[in-house]
């Protein structure tokens, strides 16, 4: 790993961070991420991209790596950041953290090298009873993954298809197989992960068999 201005896609931000600073010298490091009341990662969000903009515009005498940590960004407070990232003020640079390439638009990822780190996140066991399902058990898988990535949320996505085919408990139509594929596409362009597996859970439970 270099110390350079760049995209480094990693399910391992706090190791990253550690190696980056174990290269650094008289550079300094601004590191900003996107937290919740709970310090858990969330996505990355346009008063987030404002803070990074006001922070790359305080004068430095040294090199200052602006540090974007989040597992997602996105849209609106990526075009935000195009500019500055396309063109920053003098003496700073901009590193981009996160888990997915598919969480970043094409025109920020045409602007920075792209290092990806093979560094894949343990893959959790699938918990759900799908045979069995009913709203408590939607209720709680929901909460337990209310946290997950994009990438992690296509994952279970793609259990809960398989798991549900293969129970056959469920009158899976054209319409029922079709929202699968839409979920995956609606987590490519940013939609809530607790939102898709909401729909997409409550949605099969009104097509079990009786």
Not at 41 to 57: D, G, R
């Amino acid at each position: 790993m270099f110390l350079s201005s760049g995209i480094i896609i990693t399910y391992q931000p706090k190791k990253v961070m550690e190696e980056l600073e174990a290269l650094r010298t008289n550079e300094l490091f601004t590191i900003i991420r996107s937290l919740d009341k709970k310090d858990k990662p969330k996505e990355f969000l346009v008063e987030h991209a404002q803070e990074a903009i006001a922070k790359a515009y305080i004068s430095s005498e040294n090199l200052n790596y602006i540090i974007l940590i989040a597992p997602r960004f996105s849209d609106i407070a990526q075009n935000r950041l195009l500019k500055v990232i396309e063109e920053p003020p003098k003496n700073k640079a901009f590193i981009i953290i996160t888990e997915s390439k598919s969480a970043l638009l094409d025109t920020i990822q045409s602007r920075m090298p792209v290092t990806v780190l093979n560094d894949i996140q343990s893959e959790k066991p699938f918990s759900l009873d799908i045979a069995n399902l009913n709203l408590a058990k939607v209720y709680e898988f929901v909460q337990d993954n209310s946290r997950i990535s994009a990438v992690e949320c296509k994952t279970l996505v793609e259990k809960i298809s398989l798991n549900a085919m293969k129970s056959q408990k469920y009158n899976l139509d054209e319409g029922t197989l079709k929202l699968f594929s839409d979920s995956i596409k609606a987590l490519e362009v940013g939609s809530p992960t607790t939102f898709i597996l909401n729909t997409l859970l409550l949605k099969l439970l009104s097509k079990k068999k009786r």
